[in-house]
């Protein structure tokens, strides 16, 4: 019921920057949970920033400081804003969004951080 579509990855130097976007195909409005997830090779999917009903954004620790997750409710748009960006950076990044108990994810956008 709910697709959602990254943007915005690709190969990156080492301290640059990319803005990652995640269009959904309706209101994003009262869902309860939103966010950003990675995967690099061999590594589980794991948690970059993700926001609650409380408007509480969680962070990984690897990314606090230089990432930046937001949600623009009239466009029905999760943004990531990758800043200062590290090799180990690298991976898949999916959105997710949790609504009435059902996760929704989309197909993953690769950002690659290599001199």
């Known amino acids: 019921q709910v697709q959602l579509v990254e943007s915005g990855g690709g190969l990156v130097q080492p301290g640059g920057s990319l803005r990652l976007s995640c269009a959904a195909s309706?209101?994003?409005?009262?869902?309860?949970?939103m966010g950003w997830y990675r995967q690099a090779p061999g590594n589980q999917r794991e948690l970059v920033a993700r926001?609650?009903?409380?408007?509480?954004?969680n962070y990984a620790d690897s990314v606090k400081g230089r990432f930046t997750f937001s949600t623009d409710i009239a466009e029905n748009t999760l943004l990531l804003q990758m800043n200062s960006l590290k090799p180990e950076d690298t991976a898949v990044y999916y959105c997710?969004?949790?609504?009435?108990?059902?996760?929704?994810w989309g197909q993953g956008t690769p950002v690659t951080v290599s001199s």
């Open positions: 997710h969004a949790l609504q009435n108990g059902i996760n929704y």
């Open positions: 309706r209101s994003i409005f009262g869902f309860n949970a």
């Open positions: 926001i609650t009903n409380s408007g509480f954004i």
